[in-house]
């Protein structure tokens, strides 16, 4: 059958109609079976290519265990073929639903390799248009104990508003429920109708029907140098200045880029993985240069005349400083790469000796804090009246040079 003749058949397919008649066509087309398989959000791999395809399955999640990736570590490239090979399988179930393909990308699409890594996010904002989706494995926690009367985590969650489950392994367990309570009267079909109507919307109004496949002429945008420009900027107008001199008539900043000879001093100057965080390459992230992106210690060499001697050490000593005089030192310290749980700090600690390390050198040559962290850390006031300036560069992702365009006046 043609594809003209197709939509004449069927509303949902006529790009020409407007959204609501689409939805609402496509709606009238579906069984329950199809309608619970477009509320249900599962994780690539627990749902294989078949089980996408037979239960209309809506979105797949790719969370950050290696098993979800195409390979390690993985390029633009092994993403897309991924991503198209599940959408294949799904455009083949009974009316053609595509899903909806979702990924921790909380700053850039980290987990490609060589993409350009924006700064964490402090704050996400909602928008005015969509569907509400569970966290992970979020209605199993309306019960005390958790899951404990799962039935009534379905019951409680679907009635109060929750559009799409995201159950990434117990899935059929949630299917075979969701449809219980709707023949049993529990969840009205009405209620069915609006979540599967807001799921469809917004597949309808991003393209996913006309356009499901992954665009691979944009692939060698990935990690360009626009984006890294745009995440350059967004660096230097996401830092804090916390502390600028001892004496307010007179800034520490900006620094001299003229300076005979600068210390730079910490493990976080030259690490792009403690730079970038967690949600990079692997979910908790972790040290070294996991990807493509210049540290700050690269970014301090870059922006300084080229006589300015730049010495750099990880942890310095008392011998760090014999027979030499510095025009002044930059300190950065902060915490390990990580994510959720793996960040908890209850006393929040400076990690990594930070403390003594910033104590040694701002004893001996003026000096500049910068500090990576996602979350609160604490300095001492006796190390704040010690330091002659402190920026909170928060996580600031792969373009570490957009911190020193601040700290030298760029």
């Known amino acids: 059958m043609s594809e003209a003749t197709d939509s004449c058949r069927f509303i949902y397919k006529d790009l020409n109609q407007p959204i609501e008649a689409r939805v609402v066509d496509l709606l009238s087309h579906m069984s329950l079976k199809e309608k619970v398989g477009q509320m249900t959000c599962t994780e690539n791999p627990a749902a294989s290519p078949s089980t996408i395809k037979d239960l209309s399955i809506g979105a797949i999640l790719y969370s950050f265990p290696a098993s979800c990736y195409p390979t390690e570590p993985a390029s633009a490239t092994d993403w897309a073929d991924m991503v198209d090979s599940l959408q294949k399988a799904a455009l083949e179930s009974h009316l053609g639903f595509p899903i909806i393909q979702m990924c921790d990308s909380i700053h850039g699409h980290g987990n490609v390799f060589g993409a350009t890594v924006f700064p964490h996010n402090i704050g996400l904002g ?180 080229e006589h300015s001697e730049v010495i750099y050490e990880q942890n310095p000593s008392s011998a760090t400083f014999e027979g030499l005089e510095f025009s002044f030192a930059i300190v950065v310290v902060g915490k390990p790469a990580y994510a959720e749980s793996k960040g908890y700090n209850v006393e929040l600690k400076n990690p990594f000796e930070g403390a003594n390390v910033i104590n040694m050198v701002a004893e001996r040559v003026p000096t500049l804090v910068v500090l990576i962290s996602g979350r609160p850390l604490v300095l001492e006031p006796e190390l704040l009246e010690k330091i002659d300036a402190l920026v909170a560069a928060w996580l600031p992702g792969s373009q570490g040079e957009g911190v020193a365009d601040v700290v030298f006046g760029d």
């Open 126 to 305: 909602a928008t005015r248009q969509g569907f509400i989706l569970s966290g992970w494995e979020g209605i199993d926690t309306v019960c005390e104990p958790y899951r404990a009367d799962y039935r009534h985590c379905v019951l409680t969650s679907i009635n109060a508003g929750v559009d799409m489950n995201m159950e990434p392994f117990q899935y059929e367990e949630y299917f075979e429920t969701l449809i219980s309570l709707i023949e049993s009267g529990e969840i009205p079909m009405s209620r069915i109708d609006d979540a599967v109507k807001r799921i469809l919307e917004v597949k309808f109004i991003t393209g996913l029907f006309e356009h499901p496949f992954a665009d691979r002429s944009l692939l060698d945008t990935v990690g360009c140098k626009v984006h890294r420009e745009l995440a350059r900027e967004a660096v230097r107008k996401s830092l804090i200045l916390l502390k600028n001199g001892k004496d307010l008539e007179k800034p520490f900043l900006p620094l001299d880029k003229n300076a005979r000879r600068i210390l730079v001093i910490g493990r976080h100057a030259d690490d792009l993985g403690y730079q970038c965080g967690g949600w990079t390459i692997t979910k908790y992230g972790t040290s070294g240069r996991i990807t493509i992106g210049t540290t700050i210690l690269e970014g301090i060499k870059e922006a300084v005349e």
